[in-house]
């Protein structure tokens, strides 16, 4: 579609009721037009401020209303941080993602924030935050560290917003991302597919992010991981082929953009993965674990993508096959700490 139009309702829900042989292969044809299909974007997400989080969202084990378990911990170090993203890059990452569990931050957080962008960068690594809302002089301020990109996920629709979310309106989190965009860095926006909410409330999420004025660099489309405390930890779990649908839908409608393929991988078949690749996704978080919740390790990945005929995105890691699942294994133990997380929301 041209970037002159706007999709609407009724073109959006068409692409859902398309027969789904039929939209994988439209949604194929699209993103081979704008990327190479073999080539997957890599990134790690660190958790650098944990729980406690002020906010209500139902899906979050981070929240301080639920009584999920998960122990609270203050803002990292910065060189912890940054240890963190050399052993990233050198399990294969391209961009190293940096999480924190705030409303909004401080702007005496702020400096330590600045050096961990400048830190990332300087290892030659994309670098990413989910800080929550910004103010502008924040927004600029990260801009002038260096940072390449800031998530923000409008999570689903407007009209069902409310019943997963009521400490932070939608109005914030467009607000957010558009002094994200005015600032100058690139914007990671996406949502969670099965909070209970109906087709049409996936097809008015990935309206809301196909009409923004610029689209996402960044889409990343999360299944949700159902956390023990939290209030959707009951809800039905949602057909594979209809996540696989959403993947294809977010391709068609945001064809330049990286649709990642993000949290719940763990709990998905690689031959569900698969078609989520052949429907359009080309880029995953990668390691042990999405902020807080399981993701599937690098070595799992790594098969995965030897059987596909699939390659990291700018990768570091230079040997292929049985050489580098065991370099990845070998990584892995060193790597895994209790300050080292690979995650994603």
């Not at 890599?42 to 084990?61: A, F, H, M, N, R």
């Not at 002038?144 to 996920?153: I, K, M, R, S, V």
């Not at 719940?264 to 390691?287: D, P, V």
């Not at 890691?317 to 133990?333: D, F, P, R």
Request: glycine share 6%.
């Amino acid at each position: 579609m041209s970037k002159s139009l706007r999709w609407t309702r009724e073109q959006t829900q068409a692409l859902f009721e398309q027969p789904l042989l039929e939209l994988l292969f439209s949604a194929q044809q699209i993103h081979r037009q704008h990327f190479d299909s073999r080539q997957i974007q890599v990134s790690t997400l660190l958790s650098i401020k944990t729980g406690s989080c002020p906010e209500d969202c139902k899906y979050c084990p981070q929240s301080a209303r639920y009584k999920t378990g998960l122990a609270a911990e203050p803002l990292m170090e910065v060189e912890l941080v940054l240890a963190s993203a050399r052993q990233a890059k050198a399990a294969g990452s391209s961009r190293f993602c940096m999480g924190a569990a705030w409303k909004n931050p401080q702007d005496r957080d702020l400096p330590y924030l600045e050096q961990m962008v400048a830190g990332v960068k300087a290892l030659g690594m994309e670098s990413c935050m989910t800080l929550g809302s910004l103010t502008d002089r924040q927004a600029q301020r990260l801009a002038d560290a260096g940072l390449d990109y800031y998530n923000h996920n409008l999570d689903t629709s407007p009209e069902y917003y409310n019943k997963i979310i009521t400490t932070r309106s939608y109005q914030e989190r467009l607000d957010t991302l558009d002094k994200v965009r005015q600032a100058g860095i690139k914007v990671c926006s996406g949502g969670i597919v099965g909070l209970g909410e109906s087709v049409t409330d996936r097809a008015e999420l990935l309206m809301q992010l196909a009409n923004l004025p610029a689209p996402p660099e960044s889409v990343p489309i999360n299944m949700l991981v159902k956390v023990a405390g939290t209030p959707l930890e009951h809800t039905e779990d949602v057909d594979p082929f209809d996540f696989i649908r959403t993947i294809a839908v977010a391709r068609i409608m945001m064809p330049t953009s990286y649709v990642r393929l993000s949290a719940g991988r763990e709990k998905m078949s690689e031959q569900t993965q698969a078609m989520c690749f052949m429907a359009g996704a080309n880029s995953i978080f990668y390691g042990c674990k999405l902020l807080t919740t399981p993701n599937p390790a690098q070595n799992s990945d790594l098969k995965l993508f030897k059987k596909l005929g699939l390659n990291p995105e700018n990768s570091v890691i230079e040997q292929t096959g049985s050489e580098l699942v065991a370099q990845v294994n070998k990584q892995m133990l060193e790597a895994d700490t209790e300050l080292f997380y690979n995650a994603g929301r």
